[in-house]
């Protein structure tokens, strides 16, 4: 007999939306260390340009990882208890 190890519980996609902006703000600030570090500046405004990225990326991974749950959440529900 196999064991079902799967959990059917549904995912809360409000802690996965702040999880999400984890990775997104790391993937941001990482960006702007290394054009930081070369010199590689896009705007007249070089903080608003930063604080855009930032603010794009981390919305970014929170629906990336809503996204995910959602259609976990979906797929568990379309399966059943």
Same mark, same amino acid.
């Given at each position: 007999? /196999? ?5 059917? =519980? /549904?995912?809360? @996609?409000? &802690? ?9 703000? *790391?993937? +941001? ?7 930081? =570090? ?15 990225? *930032? !603010?794009?990326?981390? @919305?970014?991974? &929170? *629906? @990336? ?5 959602? !259609?976990?959440?979906?797929?568990? +529900?379309?399966?059943?208890?």
């Amino acid at each position: 007999m /196999k064991r079902n190890t799967a959990s059917h =519980s /549904k995912w809360d @996609l409000e &802690s996965l939306g702040y999880v999400g902006v984890l990775p997104g703000a *790391l993937l +941001a600030v990482t960006h702007q260390i290394y054009a930081i =570090s070369i010199g590689d500046f896009h705007s007249d405004y070089p903080f608003l340009h930063m604080m855009v990225e *930032l !603010i794009g990326a981390s @919305l970014g991974g &929170s *629906l @990336l990882f809503c996204g995910i749950g959602w !259609i976990r959440n979906q797929h568990i +529900a379309r399966q059943g208890p």
